[in-house]
């Protein structure tokens, strides 16, 4: 079956980094789009972008061009999303989601990302 | 980029009654909106796609509907189960964008 399994919670420092990572099984890694997306605390949802995971062909929304970089590493059929200069706002759970047939069926976990000194 | 409303932002529901969820876009997205279900703690699961399709495994109680700028989430029977957030997303134009969420609590 389907399964897309993230890293685990992080908790980074302001300005500092973090690349998240998103492990997909059960399927031809290749065949279908990975997505990210960001949701803060109790409030709702927002699209991050997309990857083609075979070209690597990347789609961002404008809010998240400067802030998060997509890639993949076929060879394990890892997506990876890098968040940069955190700040606050960054504090959130981010999903990673896989399109398909108009609907993203499948989700991971999501992993908490906490910016704290 | 395209603004989803929904409404209402919370609802008041009892078992066995019929809730309608509403969702317009601020341009036309065709059928291209599907809607998601929330609880606490867990990733949001797809219940419909494509605007009426009803995703593998959702009980037919759940029914959407619409086209354009105006959809509607429908559960016919409220089960306790069904207490959670919803969202819709479109996904006709890029970014893809969520609505605020409609929360269904009991009375």
């Given at each position: 079956q389907v399964n897309l399994l993230q890293s685990g919670a992080a908790l980074v420092k302001p300005g500092a980094s973090v690349k998240l990572s998103c492990k997909a099984s059960?399927?031809?890694?290749?065949?279908y789009y990975i997505h990210w997306v960001k949701q803060s605390h109790g409030k709702s949802l927002e699209w991050i972008g997309y990857i083609?995971?075979?070209?690597?062909y990347t789609n961002y929304n404008e809010k998240f061009k400067s802030k998060a970089t997509l890639t993949v590493d076929k060879s394990t059929n890892t997506a990876y999303m890098e968040l940069s200069?955190?700040?606050?706002?960054?504090s959130a759970t981010y999903y990673c989601t896989r399109f398909s047939y108009g609907g993203f069926p499948y989700w991971g976990q999501g992993v908490m990302v906490t910016v704290s000194s | 980029e395209t603004v989803m409303t929904q409404s209402p932002t919370s609802m008041s529901t009892s078992i066995g009654e019929r809730v309608t969820l509403n969702c317009k876009a601020s341009q036309s997205v065709g059928i291209n909106v599907d809607w998601y279900q929330q609880t606490p703690g867990q990733s949001p699961k797809l219940l419909i796609y494509g605007a009426s399709n009803r995703h593998t495994?959702?009980?037919?109680r759940f029914t959407g509907s619409g086209f354009g700028r105006d959809f509607t989430l429908t559960i016919s029977n409220m089960e306790a189960e069904d207490l959670a957030v919803y969202y819709c997303l479109q996904?006709?134009?890029?970014?893809?964008t969520f609505g605020a969420g409609t929360k269904l609590e009991l009375k």
């Open positions: 059960g399927y031809t890694f290749t065949d083609n995971p075979n070209s690597g200069r955190l700040t606050s706002e960054d | 495994g959702v009980p037919d996904y006709g134009s890029i970014p893809y």
